[in-house]
């Protein structure tokens, strides 16, 4: 990727960068890849509802899996048809359940009886059959941060293989519900694709467990990960390996539909949070990078000890400068190279060791330790890559900070 240093440099940091050619092309990737009989995907609004982004996926033909009303209206207002929103969630309220049934969702993913209750309830009060899908709990274990694996018995998500029969016979006979079928998430930032394998199993022994129960719909959840470390390596995840993947282990009934939600794979590697040097500091054994960004703006390695590519982009458009002998120097934030472009690889900088720590009163606002980036200086811009998903829509206002805005590659 490669940041328009000019553009950048004259915006006030932190704010988050997106690459809308790379999610162009992600979406493109996406399409392709998913072109078999009876799939579906649905972008995961929660990684990123940023409504430039939402307008962008929605045009390209994706549906939209929320998880809250305002993640539908949001959806809504950026295009999708509502038949194609599937609404998922552990708690939803009577409020948000009515209103997914009037606008005519696609699909209610419900997690507990307690909830079909409520469903049933409010679907009768409307006057209107509730399409509904039931949310598994697969006991898989995705190998991922705790924080993000949910298909493990002990998580709050799902029902249990056990209470599944009575639940699909109750949906089966209701009034109220037109039964769509089964959903399933077992985690996220999933690398290895085998527990998508050992998923596809588990579907196939249940679909074999209930023989006369018809299920138009197996919604697979999202989960698949982007590589962190070397964003440049793989800007676009292998959508092809992934989908091809349930399209050899998953055999769909006639007419049935496979569906996708995919977040993070989607909308992860176009968006780069960037922010600005405040100070350099001399700690007792270490130097510290300051930036005027922390965890409020991205809270990822804080909450889940992940790691974001870190950059000097000043340093590396220097260095680009340098190459192409075009003789201009780096002045802290005002003196940027004419129309310069920074491609973070190579730096002439020597290279120097740095922790880099936002500027939160928190010391779990670090995002990298021992980082070895080009001498670096007050005033330069410094990329935190791979930001696109659960980033901007997990800012915070803490300390009374405002909310990091959008920028977009033009
Ligand atoms: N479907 C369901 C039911 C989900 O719970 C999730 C994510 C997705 C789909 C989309 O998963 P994805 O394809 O994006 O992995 N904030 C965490 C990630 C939380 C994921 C929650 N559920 C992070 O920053 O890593």
Redo the contacts with the bound molecule.
């Keep these: 990727m490669t940041f328009p240093l000019d553009h950048l440099n004259a915006a006030t940091t932190p704010f988050y960068y997106y690459d809308l050619h790379l999610l162009d092309a992600t979406l493109q990737e996406v399409r392709e890849a998913s072109a078999y009989p009876g799939f579906h995907v649905h972008y ?1 609004v ?2 990123n509802s940023n409504p430039e982004i939402l307008k962008r996926i929605a045009a390209s033909g994706l549906g939209a ?1 929320t ?1 809250s009303i305002g993640e539908i209206h949001a959806a809504v207002s950026a295009g999708f048809p509502a038949p194609k929103i599937v609404f ?1 969630g552990v708690g939803k309220t009577d409020a948000e359940i009515r209103t997914a049934i009037e606008i005519g969702i696609g699909c209610l993913n419900a997690e507990s009886e307690a909830e079909l209750d409520a469903i049933e309830e409010i679907a009768a009060s409307a006057g209107k059959q509730a399409p509904v899908a039931l949310r598994v709990n697969p006991e898989i274990d995705a190998h991922t941060h705790h924080y ?1 694996t ?1 298909g493990l018995a002990e998580n709050k998500f799902g029902i249990a293989m056990s209470m599944l029969g009575k639940l699909i016979d109750r949906c089966v006979k209701s009034e109220w519900i037109d039964f769509r079928g089964l959903h399933f ?1 077992i985690g ?2 999933i690398t290895d694709l085998t527990p998508y394998k050992i998923l596809c199993e588990r579907i196939l022994e249940i679909e074999a467990q209930y023989p006369d129960v018809e299920f138009p719909t197996l919604n697979v ?4 990960g982007i590589d962190y470390d070397d964003p440049d390596a793989h800007p676009i995840p292998d959508f092809r390996s992934y989908f091809k993947l349930f399209h050899d282990n998953l055999p769909l009934r006639p007419g049935q539909q496979l569906h996708f ?5 989607i909308v992860g590697q176009c968006g780069t949070l960037i922010t600005r040097v405040i100070y350099v500091k001399e700690g007792v054994g270490k130097k510290f990078i300051i930036l005027d960004g922390g965890m409020t703006a991205l809270i ?1 390695p804080a909450l ?1 000890q ?1 790691h974001h590519k870190i950059q000097n982009l000043t340093a590396a458009a220097t260095a680009s400068v340098a190459d192409s002998d075009v003789g201009t120097r780096r002045g802290a934030s005002t003196a940027t190279p004419a129309a310069s472009t920074a491609t973070p690889a190579a730096s002439t900088n020597p290279m120097v060791t740095y922790d880099v720590v936002g500027p939160i009163c928190e010391s779990s606002d670090t995002f990298g330790t021992d980082e070895r980036l080009p001498e670096t200086h007050r005033g330069d811009l410094i990329a935190l890559r791979s930001a696109g ?2 980033g901007e829509v ?1 800012s915070s206002g803490y300390n009374c900070r405002p909310l990091p805005p959008a920028l977009f590659s033009r």
Aim: proline content about 0%; glycine content about 16%.
């Design positions: 995961a929660k990684a899996d998880v998922a993000i949910t998430h996220s930032q959840g999202g989960g698949l939600e995919l977040g993070r794979a990822r889940y992940a998903a659960y997990m």
